[in-house]
């Protein structure tokens, strides 16, 4: 089964305040105190008209050609309140690429990070996990299934949000 995901992640907080601001924005609750606004076609529509820029003009800064240009100009102005991640995957029969960048004190603090098709993830982790640290995400550690490998994409619950289109759409 796929695995799509185009999203911004931060404190339930801080997304609180970016979903007023783009009220299409549906807010969904991670584990840890995170939080997800999914990038759906409404939200993007909302979002290029705030920041007045196109879809696809910020690819080559970030590397997410899916967000509207000027869209760096407000995660850095939400990022003021705390950091924010954008992230993206696709994954099919266990391959597939990742990108993550956050955005915190006004600036691009880390990133963008990307993994290449079949190749494996650094030891540093995958770049959704990396920038899910950045955020403060924490795998626990003393789990009975030790066998099990448990990384923050994991712990924070990314895994039941599997495909963007179905779970985002409208109800």
């Known amino acids: 089964m796929p695995y799509e995901l185009q999203a911004l992640i931060g404190t339930a907080e801080l997304l609180a305040v970016a979903a007023a601001e ?3 924005a549906r807010l969904a609750p991670l584990s840890q105190g995170l939080a997800l606004i999914p990038a759906t076609p409404a939200f993007l529509a909302a979002l290029a008209y705030q920041v007045g820029g196109n879809e696809g003009a910020l690819g080559e800064a970030a590397g997410f050609d899916w967000l509207p240009g000027g869209s ?9 309140a705390g950091p ?24 691009l603090a880390l990133g963008p990070l990307t993994s290449a098709e079949f190749a494996p ?13 950045r955020l403060g995400a924490r795998v626990e550690s003393g789990r009975a299934d030790e066998a ?13 949000h599997r495909s963007t289109a179905r779970w985002a759409a409208p109800a």
């Open 121 to 133: 993830f650094p030891p540093e982790g995958s770049p959704i996990s990396r920038a899910l640290r």
């Open 148 to 160: 099990h490998h448990v990384d923050e994409f994991e712990a924070v619950g990314l895994p039941a």
């Open 72 to 80: 760096a100009r407000r995660l850095a102005a939400w990022s003021k």
């Open 84 to 107: 924010i991640a954008c992230v993206e995957a696709c994954f099919f029969g266990g391959s597939g690429t990742q990108r993550a960048a956050v955005w915190a004190d006004g600036r």
């Open 22 to 24: 783009v009220p299409v």
